[in-house]
């Protein structure tokens, strides 16, 4: 799967992260915040 793939997967849905405020939690915000 590429980059624009996973990009496009989850852009326009909502997700629930839990353990925000850890390491591999707001790494993942970060991310899924920047699509």
Known sequence: MT???RAA???GKR???T?????LGSNL???LAGL
């Open 3 to 5: 980059e624009a793939e």
């Open 29 to 31: 915000c970060h991310a």
């Open 9 to 11: 997967f989850w852009r």
């Open 19 to 23: 353990g925000g405020a850890g390491f």
């Open 15 to 17: 997700v629930l992260v």
